[in-house]
């Protein structure tokens, strides 16, 4: 069992924090204000290469093993302050690309890949709809044959980076009450400029502002048979495949948030002096800084055995549910405690911990609210819940 980097993740780890330092998040709080997308950042990291860290080299990307790519996200969460923007990156690769890698032909990876690699496109994951969040099985979206292709009707919402995004990897009906509930879904490639294809209004959020959310709408869109991403009828293998990186590479940044805020904290505490002395000396803020630490190496231990699995081909569906659970609500609290340790100055907008509390608070929620999680969790260790059918 060995727990260190390698000279190359750590020369990797050190270029990403410097670059991300000088070059993203200059504007984070305007940009968390105004609830606007990080264009020129957006450039940076895909000029860097991030948008490109999994993708094999043939289609333009870096190509890095998967516990290589976590480390380097880690690197980004820390050293960039918009939260939104890694968020943006995230959805980016672990709602559209992975889906490609995964499942794509020889044909869609030729055609898609490089261009998300290099920035030129935006990736998105059309999922939810008004009454089909985690019960995807209930979606009514629906995709019928129509000649040589498919005919889109239906509309989607929480689409993260949708008001941008050139791509959807998009969930539909194409089945009906004859087949399995889980054969009835199917996967696509829908272009934001296929005919019928309408953003709707952009959502306001509390959190992660610069990464915009939003509907689409599917008006009669006529979708290629050549976009279909796997085989009819498989969307939700396509969608359960993909879970693994989503619950988990997703939120590598969160660890890296954690060790930010780690840091911020103790300076704060070790510089700021209250009845003769510096606070870091009181059990009351010494003791939360602590537990911040534990947090994080428990969290980065949860988060680099899931990128070892995933390297070594193996499955790790326990392992990312429970690093999902620690890592999002680990990084809530500290943030949460944070605001404590520096007082008023947490409550204010001026020193950014406020928002980075704000930005937390998405965590439990997105990519499969935690208290969905648990439940699988407790199915996965032999409870037959409602997904087994034990609830019937």
Request: aromatic share 8%; proline share 4%.
């Amino acid at each position: 069992m060995d727990f260190e980097l390698t000279e190359e993740q750590r020369r990797l780890r050190k270029e990403i924090v410097a670059f991300a330092r000088e070059e993203l998040g200059r504007d984070a709080d305007a940009r968390d204000r105004e609830g606007s997308f990080p264009w020129a950042d957006w450039r940076r990291c895909a000029d860097f290469g991030v948008l490109g860290w999994p993708v094999p080299e043939e289609y333009g990307g870096s190509g890095l093993d998967p516990l290589t790519t976590i480390v380097a996200l880690e690197a980004l969460g820390y050293g960039c302050r918009d939260n939104g923007l890694v968020f943006a990156v995230n959805n980016h690769l672990w709602a559209c690309v992975i889906h490609l890698l995964l499942h794509g032909t020889p044909e869609q990876k030729r055609r898609f890949l490089p261009q998300l690699a290099s920035g030129a496109l935006i990736g998105a994951h059309a999922l939810s709809e008004p009454e089909a969040g985690s019960d995807i099985l209930s979606m009514t979206t629906t995709a019928r044959r129509e000649g040589d292709g498919y005919r889109l009707h239906g509309g989607k919402c929480f689409v993260s980076n949708g008001p941008v995004a050139d791509v959807f990897v998009t969930l539909a009906r194409t089945g009906d009450g004859g087949a399995r509930a889980q054969d009835q879904l199917s996967a696509f490639l829908v272009t934001s400029d296929m005919p019928g294809v309408v953003k709707t209004r952009e959502q306001s959020k509390m959190g992660l502002r610069s990464t915009p959310m939003g509907g689409v709408e599917f008006d009669g869109t006529p979708v290629p048979a050549s976009h279909l991403l796997g085989r009819e009828g498989g969307g939700y293998q396509v969608f359960t495949s993909a879970i693994e990186w989503e619950r988990s590479f997703m939120f590598a940044a969160h660890v890296g948030a954690m060790e930010r805020l780690l840091e911020t904290s103790v300076r704060h505490a070790n510089s700021r002096r209250q009845f003769g002395r510096s606070i870091g000396a009181y059990q009351a803020v010494s003791h939360r800084i602590a537990d911040m630490r534990i947090r994080l190496e428990l969290s980065r231990m949860l988060l680099y055995r899931v990128g070892w699995l995933k390297r070594e081909g193996r499955l790790a569906l326990p392992e990312a549910t429970m690093a999902k659970i620690v890592i999002s609500e680990g990084l809530v609290q500290t943030a949460m405690e944070a605001a404590e340790v520096h007082g008023a100055r947490g409550y204010l907008a001026d020193d950014g911990i406020e928002r980075e509390l704000r930005d937390a608070l998405g965590g439990p929620v997105y990519a499969g609210t935690n208290a969905v999680q648990r439940g699988i969790l407790a199915e996965l260790t032999g409870v037959r819940g409602a997904l087994s059918g034990g609830g019937m």
